[in-house]
Structures are given as C-alpha cells and as structure tokens.
C-alpha cells in the first residue's frame, strides 16, 4: 500500500533506479536493502506480477529478520534484539527507512556497550556503520542526539548506560548530521512532486506539537510507547513508573485502539516518535540491563499482544478493501473518477471522532465510508495494487491533482517502455507515460 505499492512495483517494472529508487538517492542503503531483493528476483526469474508480489512481500518482511537474527549475534545480552523486534513489528506495516535504520542503529549500540569490545572497534563501528547510516534516514541523528542527552542527564545520578556509549552517541550525531546535510545537497530529488513532498515533512520528527497531534490522532501508539519504556523505569530506578496493573490497564486501552481505531495511517506516523520511543527505552534498560532482562518480559508481552490485535485488524480491513477493488476490476485501465454506474467514496483526510475509538460503527456502510476512505489515503497507489492483484489485466486509477504526489518522471518511463516486454508491463508502463509521470 501507497509508498510501498510505488517501490515494489518499480522493481517490477525493470529499471528501478531510473524509475523511481534513484529519485531518493539520499535514502540509497534502505532503499536497496528493502527493495533491491525484489528486483533481483524479478530480473532472475522474470515473474508475472502476482507472483512477483508475493515473492516481493516475502522478500521484504525477511529484511528485519535477518536485522534481528544480526542483532542477535553480536549483542552483550538480549536487550538489543527484544527492543528491535518490538519496534520492527509496529514499523513494518508501512516501508519506513527506519525498519533498517533501527537495526543498524542498535547493532552500533550494542557494539559501543559491550566491554568485550575495544576502542578501536568502537571507533571503526561508528565510521563503518555511520557511513551506512547517513544513506538511510535523518531520524537516526536525533535518535543519537536523544540517546546522548537522556543518558548524560540519568548519569548525573549514577543511573545511566555505559559511558563510553555517551560519547560515541555524540560523535555519531555529528558524523551523521554533516552526512545528512551533505547528501541533502547533492543528492535533491529532480522530480518536483518528491521534492515538494520532503520538504513539507521535514520537520515531522522534530515538531513536538505535532508528534503529540499523532498520539492523539491514533491513541494506540502512546499505549505501545508506554509498555515498551516501562521496564525501563524500574531499572533506572526513577520515581515515576508503570506497576503491573497500571500497564494492564494501559494494555487494555491499547487493544481497544488496535481493533477499533487501527489504519494505514497508524502505522506511518507511527515513524515519527518510533525512533524516539527505541531510543529512550534503549538508555534507560542499558542503565541496568540484568534487571530490564527480568522486568521486561511481561510488557513486551503485552507489547505484542497489541500488535497481534492491530495486525488482525489491519488484515481484515485489507481483505475488504480487496474485495472493493475487485468487484470494480475488468480488463484494461479505468477512471475510477469518471465511473457514474459504480460511483467510487469520497476521499477523506486523517480520521477524527467515531473512526478513532470505534470505527466499526463509523459509517453507514463499513467498506464504503471507512475502510477504502482510510486505505485508499493516497491516490496514487491505487492504480499499482489493482494491476497487481489482477495479475496484470486491470488498472483502477485515481487522477492525480494539480499538486498531487507524481512517483514517476517520464523521461524513464519512457525509456523503459522502449525495451520492456510483455503485454502486461508495455500497458501498465503506457498507463504511467499518459497519467503518472512528470513531464
């Protein structure tokens, strides 16, 4: 769905960089990591495009992991790989860099707090893995800057994680931030659509007002939050902390929002304060890891259990709103906008009220006024799940308005289209020359 739709179906395509991977150049490592596997596949085996998804899908959920199972390998103690599989599994639902950019922010943790390791290993981590990280995402930076200051503040009282950790923070801050402004400069997306897109989201990770705004919008992310900082609370030995019935009660609350509020949506602002969530569980557990190891089993658990609600829910809506594309679907493209015998749901913008705490009861009727208004949230992408889940014979497209997000420019698409075979990818491509490309 919606950026993911976009990516995955550029591999699909043939010529991904040009079409579309290459515009986020300054994202290159997560880009190809998540997405790069896919079109290997695809160019070895040259699968249809049902297949091709679902071998794409497999691909990319085996990317964190594999993260986990490299987390594993390394750490001092299992602190590293418990908090990175939590976070992963509320990431994972939208493509988010930060599903790679976690992983190797907390293999570089773990190699900095483990006292097995020189300073010499410390140092070449934070180069190897700072270089690499600085093609993956911004957040990483802040995620560093937080670490550094809430450990550095719990230090004062004897209460903070190794100190050599601080230090390493702080210089992977820097490193990071020049890295970033660096490849901010050179490497600027030439597609105004992407560019305009970037540049209205670039304060989202560091606007407070805002990131408490999706916390309310979608009240199950502050439960997750909470359960993953909490045993956290009780090793760093501070004043305020979670007993068990208080994160019971939290959990409850958090289930009630993972089936009756989850969407889309949740997950992709879920990016916005996941980073910061890891890193302040991370700091506090490093302040007595022994003790977080025993206190954090039942949270997590409950973490888990939030996540497994959420994701039957997001499953079923996903189900429903296939069926809708479905039963829309017949051979060739079609303007969904323009259909008067089968008229297609308004869209709507972030969900407010009733489709927050019970979004069964949110509409007349459930798929119609809520499930495809939700997912069907950015235009665009509804054209590349229907061409893949015909297998090829139908595109159901949205037009796209005047300063509506573009994926494609045409100049690729074009040259593509001159060497692509098949009857499938020649009329999908054609489609993007005529609707979906920026000239």
Same mark, same amino acid.
């Given at each position: 769905?919606?950026?993911?739709?976009?990516?995955?179906?550029?591999?699909?395509?043939?010529?991904?960089?040009?079409?579309?991977?290459?515009?986020?150049?300054?994202?290159?490592?997560?880009?190809?990591?998540?997405?790069?596997?896919?079109?290997?596949?695809?160019?070895?085996?040259?699968?249809?495009?049902?297949?091709?998804?679902?071998?794409?899908?497999?691909?990319?959920?085996?990317?964190?992991?594999?993260?986990?199972?490299?987390?594993?390998?390394?750490?001092?103690?299992?602190?590293?790989?418990?908090?990175?599989?939590?976070?992963?599994?509320?990431?994972?639902?939208?493509?988010?860099?930060?599903?790679?950019?976690?992983?190797?922010?907390?293999?570089?943790?773990?190699?900095?707090?483990?006292?097995?390791?020189?300073?010499?290993?410390?140092?070449?981590?934070?180069?190897?893995?700072?270089?690499?990280?600085?093609?993956?995402?911004?957040?990483?930076?802040?995620?560093?800057?937080?670490?550094?200051?809430?450990?550095?503040?719990?230090?004062?009282?004897?209460?903070?994680?190794?100190?050599?950790?601080?230090?390493?923070?702080?210089?992977?801050?820097?490193?990071?931030?020049?890295?970033?402004?660096?490849?901010?400069?050179?490497?600027?997306?030439?597609?105004?659509?992407?560019?305009?897109?970037?540049?209205?989201?670039?304060?989202?990770?560091?606007?407070?007002?805002?990131?408490?705004?999706?916390?309310?919008?979608?009240?199950?992310?502050?439960?997750?939050?909470?359960?993953?900082?909490?045993?956290?609370? *009780?090793?760093?030995?501070?004043?305020?902390?979670?007993?068990?019935?208080?994160?019971?009660?939290?959990?409850?609350?958090?289930? &009630?929002?993972?089936?009756?509020?989850?969407?889309?949506?949740?997950?992709?602002?879920?990016?916005?304060?996941?980073?910061?969530?890891?890193?302040?569980?991370?700091?506090?557990?490093?302040?007595?890891?022994?003790? &977080?190891?025993?206190?954090?089993?039942?949270?997590?658990?409950?973490?888990? *259990?939030?996540?497994?609600?959420?994701?039957?829910?997001?499953?079923?809506?996903?189900?429903?709103?296939?069926?809708?594309?479905?039963?829309?679907?017949?051979?060739?493209?079609?303007?969904?906008?323009?259909?008067?015998?089968?008229?297609?749901?308004?869209?709507?913008?972030?969900?407010?009220?009733?489709?927050?705490?019970?979004?069964?009861?949110?509409?007349?009727?459930?798929?119609?006024?809520?499930?495809?208004?939700?997912?069907?949230?950015?235009?665009?992408?509804?054209?590349?799940?229907?061409?893949?889940?015909?297998?090829?014979?139908?595109?159901?497209?949205?037009?796209?308005?005047?300063?509506?997000?573009?994926?494609?420019?045409?100049?690729?698409?074009?040259?593509?289209?001159?060497?692509?075979?098949?009857?499938?990818?020649?009329?999908?491509?054609?489609?993007?020359?005529?609707?979906?490309?920026?000239?």
């Amino acid at each position: 769905m919606n950026d993911g739709g976009v990516q995955l179906s550029a591999g699909w395509l043939g010529n991904a960089w040009d079409l579309y991977l290459g515009q986020l150049a300054a994202r290159t490592v997560s880009m190809l990591v998540t997405f790069g596997p896919a079109w290997a596949a695809r160019e070895a085996l040259d699968l249809g495009p049902a297949s091709y998804a679902t071998v794409a899908h497999l691909l990319y959920f085996l990317v964190p992991l594999f993260l986990w199972a490299t987390i594993r390998a390394i750490e001092p103690h299992r602190t590293f790989s418990r908090l990175y599989l939590a976070t992963a599994l509320v990431l994972v639902y939208f493509p988010t860099e930060l599903i790679l950019g976690a992983g190797l922010w907390l293999m570089w943790v773990a190699v900095a707090a483990d006292p097995a390791r020189s300073m010499r290993q410390l140092i070449l981590s934070t180069l190897l893995l700072g270089l690499i990280m600085i093609l993956v995402h911004a957040a990483l930076a802040l995620m560093s800057l937080a670490y550094a200051a809430v450990g550095g503040a719990l230090s004062l009282f004897g209460r903070g994680p190794p100190r050599r950790t601080l230090g390493a923070a702080v210089a992977m801050s820097l490193l990071l931030l020049v890295g970033y402004a660096a490849t901010s400069a050179m490497l600027s997306p030439t597609n105004p659509t992407i560019l305009h897109a970037l540049t209205t989201n670039r304060y989202d990770y560091v606007d407070p007002i805002w990131m408490l705004v999706t916390m309310a919008l979608f009240p199950v992310l502050p439960a997750l939050w909470l359960l993953l900082v909490s045993p956290g609370l *009780t090793a760093a030995r501070l004043r305020w902390r979670l007993s068990p019935g208080a994160e019971m009660v939290v959990a409850v609350l958090g289930i &009630w929002f993972a089936a009756n509020g989850v969407s889309l949506l949740t997950w992709l602002f879920a990016r916005h304060t996941g980073g910061y969530a890891l890193a302040l569980a991370l700091v506090l557990a490093l302040a007595a890891p022994g003790e &977080w190891l025993a206190r954090a089993r039942r949270p997590l658990m409950l973490f888990a *259990t939030i996540m497994t609600v959420a994701a039957f829910s997001y499953a079923i809506d996903l189900t429903l709103f296939g069926r809708f594309v479905e039963q829309r679907s017949s051979n060739g493209v079609i303007d969904v906008d323009a259909s008067t015998s089968q008229p297609w749901p308004p869209r709507q913008n972030v969900t407010f009220g009733t489709r927050i705490y019970f979004k069964w009861a949110a509409g007349d009727d459930y798929v119609r006024d809520v499930v495809v208004p939700d997912y069907d949230w950015y235009l665009v992408t509804l054209a590349f799940r229907s061409f893949f889940s015909s297998d090829g014979r139908t595109v159901l497209f949205h037009r796209i308005p005047p300063k509506g997000w573009v994926p494609f420019e045409c100049g690729p698409v074009e040259q593509t289209l001159k060497s692509a075979g098949g009857e499938a990818r020649l009329m999908f491509l054609r489609f993007l020359d005529e609707h979906y490309c920026v000239r």
